[in-house]
């Protein structure tokens, strides 16, 4: 079983292959998104306090937040070998 690892900016990791989405923050319905997913409990803010510049929606219901772009997530994800 192979698990492929993204790192999502600062030090934070998620599996890849449970990823659905990277969106970018600033239209009104992944605001909404992200107030929903803060008062069920599934918000994961992974900025370290930096300013928000993507979403992540994982196939679990959580929204992780980064401060990496879209763009460099995407490529990060796309470039990592499979390991494990």
Same mark, same amino acid.
């Given at each position: 079983?192979? *698990?492929?690892l993204a790192n999502i900016?600062? !030090?934070?990791?998620?599996?890849? !292959?449970?990823?659905?989405?990277?969106?970018? %923050?600033?239209?009104? %319905?992944?605001?909404? =998104? *992200?107030? $929903?997913?803060?008062?069920?409990?599934? =918000?994961?803010?992974?900025?370290? !306090?930096?300013?928000?510049?993507? *979403? *992540?929606?994982?196939?679990?219901?959580?929204?992780?937040?980064?401060? &990496?772009?879209? $763009?460099? &997530?995407?490529?990060?994800?796309?470039?990592? %070998?499979?390991?494990?």
């Amino acid at each position: 079983m192979d *698990v492929k690892l993204a790192n999502i900016g600062y !030090g934070n990791i998620i599996s890849a !292959g449970r990823l659905l989405a990277i969106v970018n %923050p600033e239209s009104a %319905p992944i605001k909404r =998104l *992200v107030q $929903e997913a803060r008062e069920a409990g599934k =918000l994961i803010d992974a900025t370290l !306090g930096r300013r928000t510049r993507a *979403v *992540v929606i994982m196939d679990s219901g959580h929204v992780i937040l980064s401060a &990496l772009q879209t $763009e460099t &997530l995407a490529a990060r994800i796309d470039s990592r %070998p499979s390991t494990l």
